[in-house]
């Protein structure tokens, strides 16, 4: 008999999954542009790009209607995974590069660079800086004063993203973050590896990554934003980070982001995630 290599139907299922459930979750989110587009807010991006991706849309309508934004990246974007096939560049070079990318692409989003802060945490390793990172958290927001923050959603499986959300979530819990709104906005929520449990079997983790995945969905308080007609110019800012859609021409070995991930957000949608308050937990306690 002979032996057929199906290792090859994973990643097409996978990625056909993550496009059901972003079906399934942007189905049954009420519309709350109105709502979402009229406050002043700040976006904390764990990475430069993730402001784009996840929040372009809405900063786009946000500074359409004349509301202040402001965003802070936490990490320095050094441990890209094109760094290891960068040829000439040190690790200050590829943070520079990035700093310049997330600067012209919120100047497309209509945010202007007085309005962005480069906190510089090492990236890759952010959850060992957990109480640096609150405070300066803490200390911004006691600054700006921000109506609503937005954070990268607990479930995406990067590890950045994951101390990021939790650091947020703590100050939130505790009182610190102004009274501020909380919002979530998913990035690696839409891939399946956030899913799949490690050291599984394709079959296996395929399975247990589709239920884990449901059952989040099912938990999530989603809502969406209308950016009808703001895809294109979304679509202009995330090109200003060369580095991460594969387009860095001085460095041929430079991988982007893939295809079939980023299509999750050129999408007529945003979704996000509405928080709850503290007290508002307490009070749907038995």
Known sequence: MKFVNLSGIWPPLERAAMRRLWRTIARRAPDRTAELTRRDCLILAPHPDDETLGCGGLVLLKRKAGVPVHVAVVTDGAATGAAGAARGMSRDDIVALRERETVAACSLLG???????????????????????????????????????????????????????????????????????????????????????????????????LRKAVRAARRLNAVAVDIGGFEQRKRAALDCHRSQTGTLGTEPGWDGLPASFLEHFFRDRELFFEIAGPQEKGSAAP
């Open 111 to 209: 945010v202007a660079r007085d309005h962005i802060r480069f906190l510089g945490f090492p990236d890759g390793a952010l959850a060992a800086h957990g109480a640096a990172l609150e405070a300066d958290i803490a200390a911004l927001v006691d600054e700006l004063s921000p109506s609503e923050i937005f954070v990268c959603a607990s479930g995406d499986g990067h590890r950045d993203h994951v101390a990021l959300a939790r650091a947020v979530h703590r100050l939130h819990a505790e009182g610190r973050l102004g009274g501020a709104a909380l919002w979530e906005y998913p990035v690696w929520f839409w891939d399946f590896g956030s899913w799949r449990p490690e050291r599984a079997s394709n079959k296996a983790g395929f399975i247990a990554g």
